[in-house]
Nanobody, 121 residues
Framework: QVQLVESGGGLVQAGGSLRLSCAAS????????MAWFRQTPGKARESVAA????????YYAESVKGRFTISRDNAKNTVYLQMNSLEPEDTAVYYC??????????????WGQGTQVTVSS
């Protein structure tokens, strides 16, 4: 089993930055695809960014390209999401997920509890 714990969320003004962290425990996730999703009330959960096990491949939603950067430190069993130029539309609960499959077949075998990000205008 893998446990994922997100941290780093909070309240920030538009244009500001936040760095989310997702610490994994239980087993190494170095061979897993890691991803960030977000969800707002009444809307479906949407993917934000993903990174392959080797960090050689990344994926970004169009809405965050150029503003968000996903990275991972396999030695620390942790994945990060650096969020810059935040917009009120980025307000959501952000979830970390892990899956041994390639991103194209990502289901999300493990999920964290989420961390709230609120961007004020």
């Amino acid at each position: 089993q893998v446990q994922l714990v997100e941290s780093g969320g909070g309240l920030v003004q538009a244009g500001g930055s936040l760095r989310l962290s997702c610490a994994a425990s239980g087993r190494s996730v170095s061979s897993y695809t890691m991803a960030w999703f977000r969800q707002t009330p009444g809307k479906a959960r949407e993917s934000v960014a993903a990174v392959s096990w080797s960090s050689g491949t990344t994926y970004y939603a169009e809405s965050v390209k150029g503003r968000f950067t996903i990275s991972r430190d396999n030695a620390k069993n942790t994945v990060y999401l650096q969020m810059n130029s935040l917009e009120p539309e980025d307000t959501a609960v952000y979830y970390c997920a892990a899956d041994p499959r390639h991103w194209s077949h990502f289901v999300g075998d493990y999920w964290g509890q989420g961390t709230q990000v609120t961007v004020s205008s």
